[in-house]
């Protein structure tokens, strides 16, 4: 059985900059809140910028993590409906997702 865990923020936001092909890596002690940050990145291994060329704006960066994060909720939602619907409590659903 696939195990569907909620994803945070910081999660997200990775799996959005990973999804960018020019992306090299990145060690970031915060998240990304804007343009500039995005623009400041550094890739550990060169001390170079975390990009190949220009990077992607941050509105775009946003737009992926949210879409990301919703996706996760959406199949969290479906699966609990899908045990409901089966005839399972909330209490028994909630010990099926833990694994």
Not at 66 to 73: F, G, P
Request: hydrophobic share 35%; charged share 35%.
């Amino acid at each position: 059985m696939r195990k569907f865990i909620p994803i945070n923020e910081s999660q997200a936001l990775m799996r959005s900059l990973k999804s960018f092909d020019n992306y090299r890596g990145a060690i970031m002690p915060e998240n990304p809140k804007c343009q500039k940050d995005i623009n400041e990145l550094v890739n550990p291994i060169d001390g170079k910028s975390a990009w190949v060329g220009e990077p992607p704006l941050w509105e775009e960066i946003a737009m992926m993590r949210d879409k990301i994060l919703d996706e996760n909720r959406e199949l969290i939602d479906t699966k609990k409906s899908a045990y409901r619907k089966i005839g399972m409590t909330e209490k028994e659903i909630d010990v099926l997702m833990e694994f």
